[in-house]
């Protein structure tokens, strides 16, 4: 019951609330050496924070400091905030509430809080997020992540009967820990060689080893230089190791996988040709999107983008729809959300053609938060017309000792998250 | 390296197996570090063989990724839009390391027609700035080259003066250039030049004796062109409808 009490309790809220206001400051001060991705994950998509760059935060504040200060704490993550502050709210504000007239808009409000809580951890859970570059006349079906890295191994020689292509994917999550030495073999009952991948770099760009002093692993004439990280991840060109030894026996072969390579690389392993590239994670879009024409305007006189258009026929099975994609115009449809986000002119087999980069979302809780909002208003508007009926309802010499001390007491029952 | 790790660990856990027996048979037993401890003859692990033990197992945790094995269980069906990816592409193409093709040779804006028994000269035999470079003779000694000068290029006078110099002549007057005779080159009164003397050309040590040169210099807007043919007299006058005829022929690419 104690533990009840203590999960329920305005005291726990305030707590939480205080630690969120904390760590969006640190997140924000860190974010600016440190990057949005990486603050977001170390700040809010974590349970614990163990330290605290106080330099970073420094500078970020205009204090010059231009020393190493990264201070151990134990600072609850925005996860662990987040639950506590779901399981207060349904406690304290849903269950422990007093359920009369007078509370509706305020468990409302609570309830709505509390969904759009949960619309957070969905859309941190299932939120899918990429793009998809496409040159005029050029059809997709498919986005790439920003973030998420796979190894995608693919066999090129002799291409299947029946055209069908298919890739074994290894998740980031399974190499991406593989700094410094480690390897990592991986196998497959459909593949005829093992695949160890060592020496993940998150930043990196292959060097050519010939005149150049490197005590690196040299593999085919390059190395991968280690680069600083960028402060946007997306940006970052990961690279990595391998080797492939095949299982029937056989010389084992090294390779660099490097993210922005223009070819996988290749091994032959009897008859046969696999591409392995390190890439991003790819997801299948629910209709495929053809490119008819890019439209690109710009102030008069400069070259300062003004409006950025994409005519684009949506294709589903036989249907053919013409749309348009637009800046703040986005195309909603079938539960993803697909944003003009940028464009570049490029040449074609000898011609100048000029793509355009869709920026794709899927989110099913795309829209909670809306809907989150406007129930909190809702109930928030409810609950201040009703006390303002009743303070209008009251006899004049009641209401003047509404001011008075004693009008506490009727301030706690309409405010059953203060237990 | 680390299955070297792994391996010498192992090694020197072995060869202290003996140390570590003997090791085993005192206990340490005191609390606080430095001050005196109790001995105690029963075995057990000692603090050397924890240490030793703890070692073992940190250097085995730390090779584990060597030897660790994953087995793929992810696929996806690659989209049929997707573009097929190069097979068997060097590490250099794969990383841009390429260099760029070498530009095409740039076309020359000009048609002719080569008279019989001439020949084209051998690339890079003449200048950069020959258009047209053909060679004619028993042993190729006739020389005769088209080439283009932006502007002026000094001038009717200098240059017309500036061969007969080479032909170890005096340079013309005004009235003698004036009077010098035309004709029709690539649709342009052009001046015509015949000289007979020693020739000695640009960078040549000594003069070729008993030479004779012909030459058109025209003068556009824009840029002069000029055709110069030099070889022994006696070849030269035996060429010299050679001479009108490839001239002639010389126009501007369609």
């Known amino acids: 019951m104690k533990l009840y009490h203590f999960f329920a309790s305005f005291g726990l809220a305030t707590v939480v609330l205080v630690f969120l206001l904390l760590i969006t400051f640190l997140g924000t001060l860190e974010q600016v050496e440190h990057g949005l991705f990486d603050s977001v994950r170390k700040y809010f998509d974590s349970y614990l924070i163990t330290s605290v760059d106080l330099a970073c935060c420094l500078r970020a504040m205009h204090v010059s400091y231009q020393g190493n200060w990264n201070l151990p704490v134990l600072i609850p993550g925005g996860m662990t905030l987040m639950a506590i502050l779901t399981l207060n709210m349904i406690l304290g504000g849903l269950i422990r509430i007093r359920k009369t007239g007078r509370t509706f808009g305020v468990i409302v409000t609570h309830g709505s809080i509390v969904f759009m809580l949960v619309a957070g951890l969905v859309s941190f859970l299932f939120k899918k997020e990429g793009a998809v570059r496409l040159a005029e006349g050029q059809v997709a079906d498919e986005f790439q992540s920003f973030h998420d890295v796979v190894i995608e191994i693919e066999r090129l020689e002799p291409v299947s009967k029946d055209g069908k292509r298919v890739a074994l994917v290894i998740p980031g999550r399974q190499f991406q820990d593989l700094i410094g030495g480690k390897a990592r073999t991986f196998e497959s009952k459909d593949l005829p060689f093992d695949l160890m991948v060592m020496n993940y770099e998150v930043n990196s760009a292959p060097k050519k080893a010939a005149g150049s002093s490197t005590s690196r692993e040299v593999a085919d004439g390059y190395f991968l230089q280690t680069l600083k990280e960028e402060l946007e991840q997306e940006r970052n060109a990961d690279g990595a190791y391998v080797k492939v030894t095949p299982k029937k026996g056989g010389e084992a072969q090294k390779g660099i996988l490097w993210r922005f390579a223009a070819a996988p690389f290749s091994v032959k392993v009897g008859d046969e040709v696999y591409g392995i590239s390190l890439t991003r994670k790819t997801y299948k879009l629910p209709f495929s999107v053809r490119l008819d024409d890019f439209q690109r305007e710009v102030h008069p006189g400069t070259e300062r983008a003004r409006k950025f258009t994409s005519v684009i026929t949506k294709i589903t099975g036989e249907k053919e729809e013409k749309k348009i994609i637009t800046m703040n115009e986005p195309l909603r449809d079938e539960g993803y959300a697909l944003f003009q986000s940028a464009f570049d002119v490029g040449e074609r087999g000898g011609a100048m053609v000029e793509s355009s980069t869709l920026q794709v979302v899927n989110n099913p809780s795309d829209h909670w938060p809306l809907y989150a909002m406007l129930a909190t208003m809702a109930g928030m508007l409810g609950h201040m017309i009703a006390q303002l009926v009743r303070f209008l309802r009251k006899p004049a010499s009641r209401t003047s000792k509404a001011f008075q001390p004693e009008a506490s007491s009727s301030a706690s029952t309409t405010n059953p998250a203060t237990p | ?254």
């Open chain 2, 1 to 254: 390296m680390n299955k070297s790790r792994l391996d010498a660990g192992v090694g020197a856990s072995l060869r202290n197996k003996r140390m570590n027996r003997f090791f085993s048979m005192t206990k340490v037993t005191g609390r606080e570090p430095g001050r005196s401890v109790q001995k105690s003859n029963r075995p057990g692990l000692t603090g050397v063989g924890v240490c030793l033990g703890l070692s073992a197992g940190l250097m085995l945790s730390s090779c584990k990724p060597l030897t660790e094995r994953m087995e793929i269980k992810e696929s996806r069906q690659i989209s049929e839009h997707a573009i097929m990816p190069k097979a068997e592409a060097t590490s250099a193409e794969r990383f841009f390391d390429t260099q760029p093709p070498p530009p095409p040779p740039a076309e020359n804006p000009l048609a002719w027609i080569t008279p019989e028994g001439w020949a084209e000269a051998p690339a890079g035999s003449g200048g950069g700035m020959r258009l047209i470079d053909l060679r004619f003779g028993p042993n190729q000694e006739g020389e005769c080259y088209l080439s283009i000068m932006p502007g002026q290029a000094g001038g009717l006078a200098a240059n017309v003066n500036r061969w007969r110099t080479q032909m170890g002549l005096t340079p013309y007057t005004d009235a003698e250039l004036a009077a010098l005779p035309k004709k029709t080159f690539v649709g342009r009164d052009a001046t015509f030049v015949a000289f007979d003397g020693d020739f000695k050309g640009v960078g040549a040590e000594s003069a070729a004796t008993g030479y004779r040169m012909l030459g058109l210099v025209q003068e556009a807007p824009e840029f002069t062109l000029f055709v110069k043919l030099t070889g022994p007299k006696d070849l030269v006058v035996k060429n010299e409808a050679a001479f009108d005829q490839f001239a002639s022929s010389i126009s501007l690419k369609r």
